[in-house]
């Protein structure tokens, strides 16, 4: 930030996110310092690569206005990414009730006696944001044995939870069908076992049957 006794200039870097083809803008902010109008005027050493609006304007005392600097699309980039563009902010005191009809060239000549602020802004190219690089589908690398069993699709906790209760829930009927059946069978021991081995293959049928559809 500037620091002159008319003006607070921010920023004194004009950085353009460089893009070929492509117009790019940046704003200062111009903040009155003091209880009386300023005039300014905006320069700089390339008036055909840069527009500047407004480039001559009045900041009323205790308040501020902004620049809006655009820089015309280039069809080439510098080598280095290095700019020599400059520009100069010109600044001086103003007659009270002045409008931007009132500057001329007189208004900043120094010959005649007016005293002028000058602060110099430089123009700095910084590289675009690039967007974030996909990430192999699959790729599981580095992730916690959780993370990668949620990411594949399996059961998480709360599915987990529920599949248990629907597999309860269909175990029980057979469960209590074969206790059934083994009161039947009141004290034939050797029926009764027969009985209680298919009801163990029924259930282990069963029981792989919804987990092989599960997954």
């Given amino acids: 930030m500037s620091t002159g006794e008319l003006l607070s200039i921010e920023p004194l870097e004009l950085k353009f996110p460089f893009e070929l083809k492509k117009q790019i803008s940046c704003s200062l902010q111009l903040s009155n310092k003091t209880d009386s109008y300023v005039a300014f ?3 700089t050493t390339n008036p055909k690569k840069y527009c500047v609006r407004p480039n001559t304007g009045i900041v009323l005392p205790r308040s501020s206005c902004d620049v809006i600097v655009t820089m015309q699309a280039q069809k080439e ?12 902010l010109q600044s001086v005191k103003t ?18 006696g ?6 110099k802004l430089r123009v700095v ?8 690089s996909p990430v192999p589908e699959g790729s599981e690398e580095g992730s916690s044995p959780r993370a990668s069993v949620t990411e594949n699709g399996n059961l998480n906790g709360s599915e987990f939870s529920n599949a248990a209760k629907g597999l309860s829930e269909q175990i029980e009927v057979p469960k209590r069908s074969a206790e059934e059946l083994i009161r039947n069978q009141g004290g034939k021991s050797h029926g009764g076992v027969s009985i209680i081995v298919v009801i163990i293959i029924g259930l282990i049928g069963l029981l792989l049957g919804y987990l092989m559809k599960k997954s």
Avoid at 77 to 88: H, I, N, R
Avoid at 114 to 119: A, G
Wanted: glycine share 2%.
């Fill in 77 to 88: 980039a510098p080598s280095d990414m290095q700019c020599k563009d400059k520009f100069l």
């Fill in 114 to 119: 007016h005293v002028v602020e000058e602060c």
């Fill in 95 to 112: 007659n009270d009730g002045a409008t931007p009809k009132d500057i001329t060239p007189e208004v900043f000549n120094k010959d005649a």
């Fill in 125 to 132: 190219y910084v590289s675009p944001p690039q967007p974030p």
């Fill in 41 to 43: 005027k905006v320069k």
